[in-house]
């Protein structure tokens, strides 16, 4: 038994998505602290199973519990807003403003007016990107100008930047050369044991996921469930993990 907060539990969940078949999870519970990488489902699921644990979309069946309650009973936007506080989501769905700078993509979760950025907001932004590893130069660079791996990180940052409880993170290294992503696993596997923040990766990469995270699970589609990775991994790499 563990003493740990529940943040997320999911039972019984069906959701058709106009996929080959609806996406289905059977039983899930992810807590305080938890660092948890999950395996086989493709972008579309991904987005999916975020959207259920946001609140975005209702499951068709089966329940799913955040911070201890269920999100069919959330009563207005105003509730819907300050769960969507308590959770960051990392994600290419989240937009990026091609006309303004890296730091003032930063810092629009705190402010709008970026054209003349308050002393308090810009050494926020300075310290959030220092964290994400986005320092000096690159700072001030255009989003035109920035590559997949800064991209990632500006939206790693505003993902962290109103300090959730859990971070969600859909498929991060998809758009990384491969030389990025050894340094991104171990930067988000830092930052989540540094803020003592939950994060639960949706991934195909299973080195990064190792890398990332300190449980691998593998999705089946059929039934839903949720398995211990380990022997998938060691029939994968020749090691066990």
């Known amino acids: 038994m563990t003493d740990r907060e529940l943040l997320v539990a999911l039972r019984g969940i069906r959701k058709d998505y106009h996929g080959l ?73 989240v937009v990026l403003l091609e006309e303004l700078t890296v730091e003032q993509n930063l810092a629009l979760p705190w402010s709008f007016d970026v054209e003349r950025m308050p002393g308090e907001v810009r050494a926020q932004v300075e310290r959030l990107g220092a964290e994400v590893g986005l320092v000096g130069g690159t700072l001030r660079a255009r989003m035109t100008e920035a590559g997949p791996d800064i991209r990632t990180r500006v939206r790693l940052g505003k993902a962290l930047a109103l300090e959730p409880r859990m971070l969600l993170a859909e498929h991060p290294t998809a758009a990384l050369a491969s030389p990025d992503v050894p340094r991104f696993a171990a930067d988000l596997s830092s930052i989540a044991a540094q803020r003592g923040l939950a994060m639960l990766v949706l991934t195909a990469d299973a ?30 790499t020749g090691r066990a993990r």
């Open 207 to 236: 080195a990064f996921a190792s890398a990332a995270c300190r449980q691998l699970l593998s999705w089946r589609p059929a039934t839903g469930a949720l398995e211990t990775a380990s022997g998938w991994w060691s029939r994968l």
């Open 21 to 93: 078949r609806p996406l289905r999870v059977e039983r899930f519970e992810f807590r305080a602290g938890d660092t948890v990488a999950l395996l086989g489902f493709d972008r579309a699921a991904a987005e999916v199973l975020v959207n259920l644990m946001t609140g975005a979309t209702l499951p068709d069946a089966g329940d799913v519990q955040v911070f201890g309650a269920s999100t069919g009973q959330i009563a207005d936007a105003h509730a819907w807003f300050q769960l969507l506080d308590r959770i960051g989501v990392l994600s290419d769905r």
